[in-house]
């Protein structure tokens, strides 16, 4: 089987993880899932996407893996792992250390004072309950790639996990294997949720030698919350560690579209909607780009399953279709997902990538 | 530069010898100008003679021998700069090297046309010159690489003209080859070279045998002429007297003995072959059975450097008188018998002092042997036709161009169909005459169509009714057939007879012009394909309805419109039949587009040709928005089943199939492995070609029914889905019937198949009478084999005609009672049964 898709997976918490998880399974039944050379994660989508590329081989053991995973939730555990003494211990140390070194830096709002956070929490959640000592390069499917993509917040660069490599185009190649755990919490600290996850690394620099740099790792969502610029045709080798010329993407886009009328009066409110803000508008640009593509003749085409998509725009809607309305209100958040949310979000996925396929894999095969 | 005053110059001349001079001046030397002069034997010209620095130019063995200055004559004509002056020596010392004709001519270009600019002028030139002088220094006039300089004859062109259509023999090595050409005289000066024969072999006895050895008609005049292939090259130009070719040609051993000789016997089995029974007049003793043309060969062809050459010919038009002096010194001196020694030694001196005497005559030569020359078409789409066998149906505005590519492409093989009559109002735009009104088109065109290459392409014409006459064909013996009739019946009758044959038909191109020859349409259905003409077109009609991007709107509107058109074209209105508007610029360019893109479709490898069709549009003005330039569509081919009832084909769409196979992998995951499951199928019956084309599937409605042994298709949501995909496909596509599924066991239908098959359609507002029931099965591991990898289960298809009426009620939902407590699913997208199961299957969430 040549594998010529590439697999996208948006951001947006543990609705988009069920969103996707929806989405896989209308993959599965249209039999595309073994023709998938690259997958691509931000956040949520990266979560799922490690779940499923470092997970069982077979489908529905890996369905009732994630099925459980999200019904569980991580919220609880991140709160517990995040009180647990050796990390209370961890920080102490590490606010003493700070102080002495002046990694209070009055030059750059940078602050690095809780190298053990609740991000961390959640690496260490992840490694418990579903990647254990996994590295980027043990994925299980032969032939395929992952992509995870955080944030360095110190420099503002794209700090890319891959199963082939992983680093950052400005300080170069990762040379330490990398924990699945890490870069599916690191991809995943939305900012207005976790706090940035610190760690260092040793690059390798493109013109050879190696260094230690330290990055503060958020939410990969902040500009592509879609994971696809990955994926973008035609990356030169120059600029980019990740280079995959797919010639049909499949985009997962857990997004809800307009966002619900409210005036956000608290602090906290008003940044979360900021971020919100910032992610939806770097969707709609991104689809729009999935689309420059396909007109220019870049890739041969793209199928976009969105989960925001108003119901009466899908031209053949199944006729239990779950509305839109039915999922709107669900947060992007980590937290435990009751059976009635899980179900209408996952079948919301299915169904929405089972109606959109053979229109856009129409027009593909011709 | 002197006496340039006195001599009346063109204002072009003026303008070269100012060039001249500005160049004298600025080149220090290297080059000088010493007279101008009115040149003596070409009024009008004018030479100014210049002298070139050769002292420092690097020079090898092989090169040319320059002196330290070479002077040169340049002839500038009256209306330079728009003819090429040329250059000539006033000595013959470069005579004999490449790019010299005639001994003094220096060749500087090798096509004018393209290599001279006007603008350049005299620098131009001159720079042209001193690459000459550069390149025979270093003996590279004849670049490693380059093809090399033929030599040259000056041409007489009251001796004649001589084709040369295959390819000619060569030398040995260290002996000529002698023997002779067959010519076939096609008028009265020319003759083409249509085959070899060498001394030591046998000549063709007969006039018959001669025309046979040559393929040629049997009312072809043919005849032999003495032909000689020398072992050596002889020179870059052929002299002008017999003198001086007698003695080059005693270098290689052919004496004028041996020409002498073998002229005479080629003249008298001229005379054998055109005389039988020696009926020639006593009288025309003196008269040649046929013109004495001598063929002479060098090795002379091929590619500078390296590899075999090839022969290079020229002929020689001898008088006739050669032809008597031949037939005695064949008589005597080759005679084989002692006596007549004396008396042959006589007839040779006779012979070579009267060869000595004459001028030789060389006769025009034009290259079509496929060995020297390259066909202009050779790297072109038209290069798939050479030798093919091809049938146009059709000589009309697309027909009749279609059928002259062919031929120009030179097609083995053409048929071209049409029983219609050529009629004045089609002189606008389709290629006949007004001598032809009246005349059937296809005769006019065959006749037109076999002057093209009678040698190559052999062009008949089939006038009638083309359905009926089509029957009479042996379509298996074409490699192509172009459906230019566009005619609804035509293809009709097409896709049914191509459906019927047990054997594969050719490929199949059908093509179409929009109605104001704006668009054209070219629908591939390759050899082997599952649909032929009316198919490729009936998916490109869905696939231009169904795009969400609009860009097939215009096709639409032209081609397949869900409105008849109101506004058509009637040439004679109230009389004639209705056309489309469209001049001979629109319907030729339309039909190269179309016919270029199938050509290129058909190079392909045969495994990745599939059914496709091309669009084209024609261009607007410079100042309107273009359309869009040419796009393929492409299909992969359907899955067939035969219908039990009908014996029609059942032509599955690979997306009806992956949805099914989606819809049952699905099944598989979430209900478990024996749950039926089914959905409605979207396409339509064609009756009058035996096609049921099952365009889309869909998974069972929410309200379906699904147990292990049963499927019963529910109602929910159908009315919008059918009615959405109408909407969305130009009514091409509506509701057809139902699938399901027996996984693990036969598709066969079951009892309680059969029993519904009466009642099989559902209580919609446009229930047909008949529905299709398709049912999907098989064995265990053939069915396992289809959900893991895609490799077809059985089918079962059955055009089930509805007996009962259409149930106006959906039935309750519940499992018929006879089943038993068994656990049954709802369709949809529901992940679990509607009664609780104790177990729960893997992969079912609960």
């Known amino acids: 089987m040549t594998r010529t898709l590439g697999l996208a997976l948006s951001g947006g918490g543990s609705r988009a993880a069920a969103f996707h998880l929806g989405c896989l399974r209308a993959l599965h039944d249209r039999d595309l899932l073994d023709r998938i050379r690259v997958v691509s994660g931000i956040s949520g989508g990266s979560l799922l996407a490690a779940l499923w590329a470092y997970g069982p081989s077979d489908f529905a053991d890996f369905d009732i893996r994630t099925t459980d995973l999200l019904r569980r939730g991580l919220q609880l555990d991140i ?22 070194r002046q990694l209070f830096s009055r030059h750059s709002d940078v602050s690095v004072a809780r190298p053990a956070n609740r991000t961390d929490a959640l690496a260490a959640v992840l490694t418990h309950k579903a990647f254990g000592p996994q590295t980027m390069a043990d994925v299980t499917h032969p032939g395929l790639d992952v992509v995870l993509t955080a944030t360095d917040l110190a420099t503002t660069n794209a700090v890319r996990f891959g199963s082939t ?18 870069a599916v919490a690191a991809s995943a600290a939305y900012p207005a949720l976790l706090p940035a996850l610190e760690r260092t690394f040793t690059f390798q620099h493109p013109g050879g030698h190696n260094q230690q740099h330290t990055v503060l790792l958020t939410d990969g969502g902040v500009y592509d919350n879609l994971g696809l610029s990955v994926l973008e045709p035609g990356r030169s080798p120059h600029h980019t560690q990740h280079v995959y010329d797919v010639p049909f993407i499949i985009s997962c886009d857990a997004g809800l579209g307009e966002l619900a009328l409210k005036a956000p009066h608290f602090m906290p409110g008003r940044l979360n909607r900021s971020f919100a803000t910032v992610h939806r508008k770097a969707q709609d640009s991104a689809r729009s780009r999935l689309h420059e593509w396909a007109a220019s003749g870049r890739i041969d085409g793209f199928a976009l399953a969105y989960l925001g998509m108003k119901d009466n725009r899908l031209p053949t809607p199944p006729a239990d279709l779950v509305p839109r309305s039915a999922v709107a209100s669900y947060p992007t958040n980590f937290a435990a997902m009751t059976r009635s949310d899980l179900e209408a979000i996952t079948t919301r996925g299915e169904q929405i990538m089972r109606t959109v396929l053979p229109m856009y894999l129409r027009r593909a095969h011709r | ?67 330290s200055v070479e002077a040169v004559t340049l002839l500038i004509p009256p ?5 090429a002056p040329s250059v000539r020596t006033r000595h013959t010392r470069f005579a004999g090297a490449p790019h010299v004709n005639w001994g003094r001519h220096l060749c500087l270009y090798r096509s004018t046309a393209t290599e001279w600019d006007p603008a350049d002028g005299m620098y131009g030139f001159v720079n042209r010159l001193l690459d000459w002088f550069e390149a025979a220094a270093a003996g590279e006039l004849d670049r490693p690489g380059d093809p090399l300089h033929p030599p040259n004859a000056l041409t007489d062109h009251t001796a004649g003209l001589l084709v040369i259509r295959r390819d000619a023999p060569v030398a040995l090595p260290d002996r000529s080859w002698l023997g002779a050409a067959v010519l076939h005289q096609v008028n009265e000066t ?150 007549l020694a004396e008396l042959g030694d006589e007839v040779i001196q006779f012979g070579t002092e009267w060869l000595d005497r004459l001028p030789t005559r060389w006769m025009r030569i034009y290259e079509a042997r496929p060995e020297v020359t390259v066909r202009r078409d050779h790297a072109t789409p038209a290069a798939w036709l050479r030798g093919k066998r091809i049938l146009v149906l059709g000589a009309g505005a697309l027909g009749a161009p279609v059928a002259e590519m062919c031929a120009r492409a030179g097609a083995a093989h053409l048929t071209v169909a049409d029983q219609a009559l050529v009629h004045p109002g089609i002189l606008a735009r389709q290629p006949y005459t007004d001598a032809d009104i009246g005349h059937f088109k296809a005769s006019v065109l065959v006749d037109r169509l076999n002057r093209i290459d009678p040698h190559t392409t052999r062009v008949e014409a089939l006038v009638g009714d083309i359905t009926t006459r089509l029957s009479g064909l042996d379509l298996h013996t074409f490699d192509l057939i172009w459906d230019c009739t566009a005619n609804r019946i035509v293809r009709a009758r097409l896709e049914r007879a191509r459906r019927t044959d047990a054997a594969p038909w050719p490929h199949l191109a059908t093509l179409m012009i929009g109605h104001h020859a704006t668009r054209g349409l070219a629908a591939l259905s390759p050899r082997g394909a599952t649909g032929g003409g009316a198919d490729v077109l009936r998916r490109t009609a869905l696939a231009a309805h169904t795009d969400a991007t609009h860009v097939f709107d215009d096709l639409i509107e032209d081609f397949f419109p869900t409105q008849p058109p109101t506004e058509l074209f009637q040439p004679e209105p109230g009389c004639s039949d209705t056309t489309f508007t469209g001049s001979a610029a629109d319907v030729t ?13 058909l190079a392909a490898p045969a495994d990745r040709r599939t059914m496709a069709t091309l669009i084209v549009r024609m261009p607007v003005g410079p100042t309107v928005a273009q359309p869009a330039g040419p796009r393929w569509l492409t299909w992969p081919d359907d899955t067939l089943v035969t219908d039990e009832a009908t014996g029609y084909d059942v032509r599955i769409t690979p997306a009806a199939l992956a949805e099914m196979r989606a819809e049952a992998r699905r099944g598989a995951r979430v209900r478990g492995p024996r749950v039926e499951t089914g959905g409605t199928l979207l396409g339509v019956v064609d009756d009058a070609t035996g096609v049921i084309f099952v365009d889309e599937a869909t998974g069972p409605p929410p309200d379906s029914l699904l147990t292990e042994a049963y499927f019963r298709h529910g109602l929910d949501g159908v009315s919008n889905h059918l009615a959405a995909r109408r909407e969305a496909t130009g009514n091409l596509s509506r509701f057809l019937g139902m699938w399901h599924t027996h996984p693990h066991t036969a598709a066969q239908p079951s009892a309680t198949d059969r029993a519904a098959m009466t009642s099989l359609t559902l209580p919609l507002d446009d229930a047909p009478a008949r529905a299709l029931v398709l049912i999907a099965g098989g064995p265990g591991p053939l069915w396992r084999k289809w959900l893991a990898t895609g490799d077809g289960p059985d089918f079962y298809a059955h055009l089930a005609a509805r007996t009962a009426p259409a149930a106006t009620e959906p039935p309750a939902p519940e499992v018929p009672a006879h089943l038993g407590p068994v656990t049954w699913w709802p369709g949809g997208y529901a992940i679990r049964p509607h009664r609780s199961v104790p177990v729960p299957r893997k992969g079912s969430r609960s």
């Open chain 1, 79 to 100: 709160a517990r792992q995040a009180f647990k003494p050796s990390a209370a211990a961890r920080n102490l140390t590490a606010a003493a250390r700070a102080s002495t």
């Open chain 2, 79 to 83: 209306d330079f700069p728009f003819r």
């Open chain 2, 1 to 67: 530069m002197k006496d340039s005053a006195t001599l009346e110059l063109t204002e072009g001349q003026q303008l070269a010898l100012d060039q001249l001079h500005r160049i004298v001046q600025a080149s220090h030397g290297a080059v000088a100008a010493t007279h101008v002069a009115a040149t003596a034997n070409r009024p009008g010209y004018v030479e100014a003679r210049i002298s070139v620095g050769c002292a420092n130019l690097p020079r090898t063995e092989g090169g040319l021998r320059l002196r």
């Open chain 2, 589 to 601: 360019a339309l039909a190269g587009q179309l016919v270029a893109g199938i050509l290129h479709a």
């Open chain 2, 190 to 339: 020319r003759c083409d070279v249509v085959g070899w024969l060498a001394i030591e072999d046998p000549w063709p006895a007969s006039p018959e045998q001669l025309r046979e050895s040559a393929a040629l008609p049997a009312d072809a005049h043919a005849f032999l002429a003495p032909a000689v292939v020398t072992t050596k090259h002889l020179t870059f130009e052929y002299p002008l007297t017999a003198r001086e070719l007698v003695d080059a040609l005693a270098r290689d051993h052919l004496t004028p003995r041996l020409l002498l000789g073998l002229t005479g016997i080629v003249a008298d089995h001229n005379r054998t072959l055109l005389h039988p029974g020696g009926d020639a007049p006593a009288d025309e003793e003196d008269t040649p059975a046929a013109p004495v043309h001598l063929l002479l060969g060098t090795p002379s062809r091929g590619i500078a450097g390296d590899g075999p050459r090839q022969t290079h010919l020229v002929a020689w038009h001898l008088p006739d008188f050669a032809d008597r002096v031949g037939r005695l010194a064949a008589d005597t001196a080759f005679s084989g018998r002692p006596q």
């Open chain 1, 165 to 182: 490599r992983s680093g950052c185009s400005r300080y170069g190649t990762i040379t330490e294997p990398i924990h699945v755990a890490t």
